[in-house]
């Protein structure tokens, strides 16, 4: 079993687990982050992509309003290339009621969230597909998000920082010693999910980031957090409906947010509650829903093309007054609205305030925290706020620079749509396109394989657009495979180099301004920290397109599933004729459902083949 | 006043446009766009799978009682379906683009310094051998995954998998469409001896990322012929066979494959396994790309170019947008244009739009699911949850690509109650139901055993 020691543990890898990395590997702990699959994989990579200004919980949930406004301006600094500046669109739509538009300019005004009333007339003059019939409009920094870059760009930053992100490592058990009034948290066994290997790692402390697997994560260390998990479905469109984000001006409901981001509209979400973070079925009445309500934003949205369908946890949480001990009031952002004995029993009334547990406190554990509720948006807040109770616990006095630190990136300016289009006419990155929807070149996939652990297809998805066109992996998959098992039959050379995404999906990534290996090796680790390098190297090994794509039929199948429990949900029309283009291709053309398979299984097929809920055949 | 009126320009169109015609009918063929047989892979696949089994498909005469009876191959029945196979290479020959069971002796045409191929010596095809007949072969997908053929063109047939020839799988530098390693690879886990080999274009290409077609283009051209068949010829070692991704030429496809062939035969010539009394053994084959596919274009311009001989006009660019019946006959169909609609009068009427992948078939999120041209009673599952299995891959297909029109054994489209909705309206190809082509491997058994029995039936109600 291989061993590693540090002084915080991360476990998750998504928005606020790879925050916290980079905020306490910047305060200069050794740092180790976990995450159980690939970054991003959970909620991160799962979200509608909008940056809050904070106007849509001004009336329902001020405290998440504040927070989010003040991360808003300062996440435009840090992760500038990573947001593009819509601005953001409240409509009052016919539908609406006539009193909640005043109250909501009021307490904008209250909150300092800057809002502008603009005459609807501009509003439709900027946003033709509007419907015509809004009443009112205000103006508000909302903006649109790559959440993906942002997590990969806040990874590097940390890396660079000296901690080590460990993605496809499996947090199996929380090591508890002492006992009671004495117990201390001491560190973590990991499971290497890629090699099955073992991995111990010993750290003076543990931060639960897990999100929506906060809950169980928490009960690795007998300690009860109680997640309300509130399922939300979003669709993408196949055309940006609008270049402005559109929010209805009402109390937060169903279906009333369209965001663009990138070349596509997102309209979300619903509100489920589910039991399970990974229990994320897409319900046709909840397709529905989202096409209903998104026809009283752009009338006719039910009548485009809809490219696919996801579903995303929100890990939120309110603090419930637990049996025998007194009530805590550890959480700042408590919201006085809802007692703390009483639990909202529909996650739509659930707080989007971040919660952070310091357990030493609440259940008498040392050296484990828990971060958890929050927004994408507040990602860098609860960061700040879980280090900083770090730093408490441990004893020691450490500011938190992450709010006057940019990322890797950031000189790029914000994400503009052409940027794509204006990197493959660069000549520098000319090559094969491989995925025409996307535009991602043979270099790019080139690139991100050798930077980042490619173990599926779908990592690759999240680091440049992969298959997530029109055509949804129809013609990408396919060559995408072919470029990896080339890239694993050729020069060894390709392997182990340093993760660097950061640049990944911005204009000129990676061969104007990534730094080399050796460049970025001085740059990240100031000398007084040591970090577990050897175990970052041997990890970054493992994870070579070398072993990644050594059973290129599963990697091609698993992919092709993953593409399909995210359009099932939505083919009908023309997208459904795309699909069956798609079976021409994968069945008729290839027959890779007559693939030879060595060991039928790859450690990851059974979950693409899990969380789909599609269809009543076969339940 | 046109005997038939055929809707849809696809292989099933196209061929029994064909054939009625030949039958002395006077025929148009009218298509919204072009159809499938752009995107599939140049072969013809009969049956490479049924229902419940994962082999495939070893003779297709002796699977056709496993599919249910309502499938188009059971009311059409063997005897029917090669007599329409046969008709089909009967074409194919005339048409020089010759189709043979893969493993067929045959000997190329000799290779001439024309550009017009039909000007050429029609390749030699052997009749269907009786003994023979059903057998499916084994061609390589891109992949390196076996394909269940039935007939394949000249330019397929060393792909055979049942040949123990060993097997060099050549790809081209800078065609993100081909991945040679990868296929060889995926050869090799079954058994097969495959090796690769990369030929570098840049002395007849300046650019990248080039596709298949393209390529071909270029390859029409006679100094790149030459270059290209030196190129490949090196790559070759004597007694292999030679797969390239499929991309031989279009119009001057012939002649580069004899030179190619030629080329690869000389460097071998020391063993005398390579030549045989009744012709040439093979030993360069196309091996299939992602849409849009060479040989497919190959046998849509064949296909083309007869029925130009025969008068019969291919217009692209209809969309039906409404039509006229009295009682049970079509009185006419009407087509989208600039100004006004456009009336198209016939005796009779094929309808041969494709299913979901054609258009011929339109599937709504309220889960209706509705004939494009006449709004025929379809058979098709009630509901949209009904549609769909939850993984891609699921041998038995998704119930909602059988959608299709149901036909009598004529091919007339039916009603509810089992009567044929119209006396002048025939239906073939993908529109028909109880049939998945797509996962059976069928579809152009289908598209040329359908088409050519419904033109057959137009022909005898003349």
Known sequence: MKRMQTEILVIGGGATGTGVAWDAALRGFRTVLVEKRDLTHGTTGRYHGLLHSGARYVLKDPDSAVECISENRILRRTHTHCIEDTSGFFVVTPEDEDDYPDRFAAACRRLDVPCTEIPAASALRREPLLNPRISRVFELPDAAADSFLAAHATAQAARQAGATLLPYHELTRLHLSGGDGNRTLSGATILDTVSGEELHIDADLVINAAGAWSGHVAALADVEVKMILGKGVMLATNARLTNTVINRCKMPGDGDILVPIHTVTVIGTTDERVAEPEDLPIEQWEIDLMLTEGDKLVPGLSRTRILRAWAGVRPLYQETQLPGRPAQSENRAQSSKYPATKLPQDSRDATRALALLDHQQRDGLRGFITITGGKWTTFRLMAESAVDAACEQLGVSRPCRTADTPVPGVEQGHYWLGHRLNEVEDENLQSELVCECELVTRSMLEGAVQRNPTVTLDDLRRDVRLGMGPCQGGFCTYRAVGILHQLRAGNASSAAGEWNVAHMQSPAHHHRDSPTPEQQATASEPASVPTPQGDFRQRSAAVDPQAAVSQPNLLLRDFLQERWKGVAPILWGQQLRQERLDELIYLSILNADHLPVDDGESPLSSFYRSDSSISDLDR | ?462
């Open chain 2, 1 to 462: 006043m046109l005997d038939l009126l055929v809707i849809g320009a696809g292989l099933t169109g196209l061929f029994a446009a064909y054939t009625a015609a030949r039958a002395g009918l006077h025929v148009r063929v009218i298509a919204h766009g072009a159809g499938a047989t752009h995107w599939h892979a140049g072969t013809i696949d009969l049956l490479g799978y049924v229902e419940n089994r994962d082999e495939a498909v070893a003779n297709w005469t002796q699977a056709l009682p496993e599919l249910p009876p309502a499938h188009p191959y059971r009311l059409l029945g063997v005897d029917a379906i090669a007599t329409a196979l046969d008709a089909f290479q009967q074409f194919t020959v005339a048409a020089a683009l010759p189709y043979v069971r893969p493993g067929t002796i045959m000997s190329l045409p000799a290779p001439s310094a024309s550009e017009d191929e039909s000007s050429q010596t029609r390749g030699q095809v052997e009749q269907i051998d009786n003994d023979n007949l059903g057998r499916n072969c084994q061609l390589i997908s891109p992949v390196g995954a076996p394909r269940p053929v039935y007939l394949a063109p000249t330019a397929q047939q060393a792909g055979n998998l049942e040949d123990d020839r060993p097997l060099v799988i050549v790809g081209l530098e800078g065609m993100p469409e081909f991945y040679p390693a990868l296929s060889a690879e995926n050869l090799q886990k079954q058994g097969f001896y495959a090796r690769t080999a990369t030929l570098n274009l840049s002395p007849l290409l300046r650019r990248r990322d080039i596709s298949p077609l393209q390529m071909a283009r270029t390859l029409d051209k006679l100094d790149a012929q030459a270059q290209f068949t030196e190129m490949v010829a090196d790559m070759a070692a004597p007694g292999e066979r030679v797969g390239l991704p499929a991309l031989l030429g279009m119009d001057a496809h012939t002649r580069l494959l004899t030179q190619l062939q030629e080329a690869v035969v000389d460097r071998g010539r020391d063993s005398a396994q390579h030549s045989d009394r009744r012709g040439t053994v093979l030993s360069v084959f196309e091996i299939p790309t992602l849409p849009p596919s060479v040989p497919g274009l190959r046998l849509d311009a064949a296909l083309r170019i007869q029925l130009a001989g025969l008068g019969v006009r291919v217009e692209i660019g209809m969309e039906v947008c409404g039509f006229h019946a009295t009682g049970r006959r079509i009185q006419w169909i009407e087509t989208e244009t600039g100004s006004r609609p456009l009336r198209h009068t016939a005796r009779n009427y094929l309808l041969a739009t494709g299913g979901i992948l054609g258009g011929g078939i339109y599937a709504d999120r309220c889960g209706r699911v509705k004939e494009t041209v006449f709004d025929l009673p379809l058979t098709a599952p009630h509901a949209r949850s009904h549609w769909l299995r939850p993984l891609f891959l699921d041998k038995r297909g998704h119930p909602i690509f059988q959608a299709g029109v149901s036909v009598n054994h004529h091919f007339r489209p039916l009603d509810q109650s089992g009567a044929p909705v119209y006396d002048n309206l025939w239906a073939a190809g993908s529109i028909l139901a109880h049939t998945d082509p797509i996962r059976e491997r069928s579809r152009e058994g289908i598209a040329i055993a359908t088409g050519y029995a419904a033109a057959n039936g137009v022909i005898k109600s003349q």
